[in-house]
């Protein structure tokens, strides 16, 4: 099958870049401009996970007349709040001169980012996108020359022992011009391009946390409409970890909680789903969501380098957008409008070559555009944020970025680099702090398997697994005495296990569980992981997430 442009991943970068060539193509009379996207996930929305509050200012220029089209941002930012938990029992709230001056969210909305991707999709198709969910690409089709030509889905109905069931179906060869790829943090086939085109070598290493997200509805008594709450400190700092967590009042008595832990992390002992389950039991958590029902879970990888760490998005016959590439503002906490304007550049870019009568080569001016526009500002501004925090901790990291932002304004006159990658940070399980974490109650502290439960994750049982470890002795005979093997973890599905029995150690992968939050093929101490797509619709399907 030929188009003009395929896009690989339904998310906000995606479905920016779709619509954003139809409105082109629209505009120039060329009704027959075919654009494809493809999409791993059961439907569109399936696997998006955010916090979220955004900032809509690429929506704006996308679909001007947004509201009128009912997109689903209806509930603004009404107050920002800011904690610090100095401990188990006790807090300080930041004054509110005192916030960075990016964490303030006036203007912004706080939303289900997975109904504003399902929004996006209605718009899409009717622009005439051609719409293909539950089809995971697979694999890059390349030209003789070296340049991308395409992908090539997954197949179907394929056994765990890699023979033809009844149900078998191929996989298609999608063909195009150009070739966009949005498929979001770590993305598998993003992944393979930076190292076979080089991307990354006038690049820091790429820094990723894990998020963690949970929705709850809470006592009418206890909403706080468009009430915006985030926090550091306690737990993490026992471990000596960075990240933060997030409280965000949304409609319908419905509150976001979650936590993001930063994959720069040296203690093989700390566990994000464990730190997050205990940081419920905070008196500035416990009270909002004490009472209430929890109503989904979810676990998603986010790229945090920011402009440090952004490798080249251009190479023959296609380019990186989103969180593939990383575009995320780690200051503002927020990377949809990123996303959503990089897939917009990369449209325009790939548009005006078309024009030209370009095919399969390199799109320089994608990068000539995002060099000119307010998405470079906006990453500029940020590029000391993660690096100050990874280098000096919260304490003096956030004096800096409260001078950098605050008093200067985002122009601080040096920049910050950190060149440890995330998978290099471990210390020695033998050296290492083991901390407690509570036991679960089934009312504010769970366990990973019932949490799963409510992601709505399915994979079907019998297929190859979509974990592939490159020596599979490596878990047990190196992982396991010098870390204590981190992978049951740091996983928040309980998809790695160690299990002991009278022949000794074993390593389990149980994949069923994967919610693909690439987590593993990122920290991985060993780099013996590597995360790829499973059978088409497989995996979490959230709902309002």
């Known amino acids: 099958m030929e188009f003009d442009v395929i896009i690989v991943g339904g998310g906000p970068a995606g479905l920016s870049a779709a619509i954003r060539l139809r409105q082109l193509a629209i505009e120039a009379g060329n009704d027959e401009f075919m654009v494809c996207v493809v999409e791993k996930g059961s439907e ?14 690429a929506l704006n220029e996308l679909i001007p007349d947004w509201k009128d089209k009912g997109a689903p941002l209806n509930v603004p930012a009404t107050e920002d709040r800011f904690y610090y938990l100095n401990s188990a029992t006790r807090s300080t709230q930041v004054p509110h001169s005192l916030i960075p001056g990016p964490m303030h969210n006036d203007g912004n909305y706080i939303v289900s980012l997975g109904n504003v991707v399902r929004w996006l999709a209605v718009q899409a198709e009717e622009l005439e996108v051609m719409m293909f969910p539950g089809f995971p690409a697979d694999d890059i089709l390349y030209n003789d020359d070296g340049s991308v030509k395409g992908i090539l889905t997954g197949d179907m109905g394929v056994a765990a022992n890699g023979e033809a069931k009844p149900s078998f179906e191929p996989g298609y060869e999608l063909l195009a011009k150009y070739t966009i790829f949005a498929e979001g943090s770590r993305g598998h086939l993003g992944k393979r391009l930076i190292s076979r085109f080089d991307l990354d070598k006038d690049s820091d290493p790429q820094h990723y946390g894990i998020g963690l997200k949970e929705l709850w509805e809470v006592e009418p008594d206890k909403h706080e409409q468009g009430v915006v709450m985030h926090g550091l400190g306690w737990p993490l700092t026992e471990t000596g970890s960075t990240g933060g967590w997030w409280l965000y009042f949304d409609e319908n008595n419905q509150v976001s909680f979650g936590l993001v832990a930063d994959l720069s992390y040296h203690n093989p002992y700390m566990s994000p789903f464990d730190e997050m389950q205990r940081l419920k039991t905070h008196p500035v958590i416990k009270r909002v969501l004490e009472g209430g029902k929890r109503i989904s879970y979810g676990a998603r990888a986010l790229t945090k380098g920011g402009l440090n760490s952004l490798p080249k998005f251009t190479f023959p016959g296609g380019v990186l957008v989103g969180d593939d590439a990383g575009f995320l503002n780690p200051a503002k906490i927020k990377g949809t409008h990123t996303s959503m304007k990089s897939g917009m550049l990369a449209a325009e870019a790939i548009f005006e070559a078309l024009q030209a009568e370009r095919q399969h080569d390199e799109v320089v001016a994608y990068s000539t555009m995002y060099k000119e526009s307010w998405l470079y500002q906006d990453n500029y ?31 601080m006159p040096l920049t910050l680099h950190d060149n440890v990658p995330d998978y290099d940070q471990l210390e020695r399980a033998n050296h290492a702090y083991q901390p407690t974490y509570p036991k679960p109650d089934g009312k504010l502290v769970f366990d990973k398997l019932s949490s799963v439960f409510i992601s709505n994750t399915n994979h079907a049982e019998d297929q ?6 490159t020596d599979p002795t490596v878990p ?10 981190p992978a049951r973890l740091y996983c928040p599905a309980g998809v790695y296990e160690v299990v002991k029995d009278a022949e000794g150690a074993k390593f389990v992968i149980n994949a069923q569980n994967c919610v693909h939050c690439k987590t593993c093929d990122i920290k991985d101490p060993s780099q013996n992981i590597t995360w790829v797509t499973p059978e088409g619709g497989g995996g979490p399907n959230y709902p309002n997430m």
Do not use: D
Not at 44 to 57: D, K, M, N, Y
Not at 386 to 400: D, N, V, W
């Open 381 to 411: 501004e940020a590029r000391n944020f993660s690096p100050a925090i990874h280098r000096m901790g919260l304490f003096m990291g956030g004096a800096f970025t409260f001078i950098e932002h605050n008093l200067l304004k985002g122009k």
């Open 44 to 57: 569109f929305g399936a696997h998006t996970l955010s916090g979220a509050v955004i900032e809509p200012r």
């Open 476 to 485: 047990i005979s190196i992982n396991l005495p010098l870390y204590a093997e």
């Open 464 to 469: 190859p697994t979509h974990l592939k470890l």
